[in-house]
């Protein structure tokens, strides 16, 4: 790990920049498609259970965005260790909320093969448990040096970032194989098609160097630089895929829970 003080205040500087870039850019979002969760506070879209976790994992990654803003702009001291348990227990369940709306959409795609909802279900239970044991991980301190709340031991989140990625790249191939396999010549599925293979590409240009820097462990600032691109894509990934395509696909939402994950057969 790089120790020089100067080189922590540069890689410090880059870090913020980032994270306000893609702060800003996840607030646009959610600002400009919050008609979506509008119309179902108001009643004007039939209820589904999917919504619930649609509408956490969007406040969850507003929330933590806004966690680490507010903290990292703060000039004088405060409880650092509370600060950072603030942002993993929102950042890590947004990301598996993501997940979650990925594997809704591979299953339906799939129109809810039996082996495919099994095998999806387990990949995603194995993402959400490392993201469980993330939130526990890493430590922070007031530092004088960049004047805010410094991270300690955040190479820690390395395997869980490793699982998470693995996750996505597992439920977003599913969905591409669905659409290969369904080879149905209509607009939709083009679509279908066409989306996955973006959102793939966009999922592995930002997860990779977000899962890589925990493992060379330059240091704490290079660690977190692309956590947040990593969230923010993938939760507008997920989201707007759910938003575009879940009326048009095999309606999962309709059915309920314990059905969909296959505790009771329902084909």
């Known amino acids: 790990m790089v120790s020089s003080p100067a080189y922590a205040l540069e890689t410090y500087d880059n870090f913020l920049k980032v994270l306000h870039t893609?702060?800003?850019?996840y607030i646009w979002e959610y600002l400009t498609t919050f008609g979506f969760e509008w119309n179902i506070y108001t009643g004007k879209r039939p209820w589904r259970w999917s919504y619930i976790p649609y509408i956490a994992t969007r406040l969850l990654c507003l929330t933590s965005l806004i966690v680490v803003i507010v903290g990292v702009n703060l000039k004088r001291p405060f409880n650092c260790e509370a600060w950072l348990?603030?942002?993993?227990?929102?950042?890590?369940?947004?990301?598996?909320?993501?997940?979650?709306?990925?594997?809704?959409?591979?299953?339906?795609?799939?129109?809810?093969?039996r082996r495919v909802v099994v095998f999806a279900t387990l990949a995603w239970l194995s993402g959400f448990s490392a993201s469980l044991f993330a939130i526990s991980k890493g430590h922070s301190?007031?530092?004088?040096?960049?004047?805010?709340?410094?991270l300690n031991g955040t190479d820690e989140y390395r395997w869980s970032l490793l699982m998470a990625f693995v996750v996505n790249v597992i439920l977003l191939g599913t969905m591409i194989v669905g659409v290969i396999h369904k080879r149905l010549n209509t607009r939709l599925w083009k679509l279908l098609y066409y989306q996955g293979l973006f959102w793939i590409s966009a999922a592995i240009f930002t997860e990779v160097p977000g899962v890589v820097m925990p493992f060379l462990n330059i240091n704490e600032s290079w660690n977190v630089m692309f956590q947040s691109p990593l969230l923010v894509v993938v939760v507008i990934a997920s989201s707007r895929s759910y938003?575009?395509?879940?009326?048009?696909?095999?309606?999962?939402?309709?059915?309920?829970?314990?059905?969909l994950l296959g505790v009771i057969p329902y084909w």
């Open 22 to 25: 893609f702060a800003g850019l």
């Open 141 to 150: 301190k007031w530092s004088p040096l960049i004047q805010t709340c410094s």
């Open 85 to 113: 348990r603030g942002i993993m227990i929102t950042a890590w369940p947004a990301g598996s909320g993501a997940s979650f709306l990925l594997l809704l959409r591979a299953v339906a795609i799939w129109s809810l093969d």
């Open 243 to 259: 938003r575009d395509l879940f009326q048009h696909i095999v309606d999962v939402t309709s059915i309920p829970v314990p059905r």
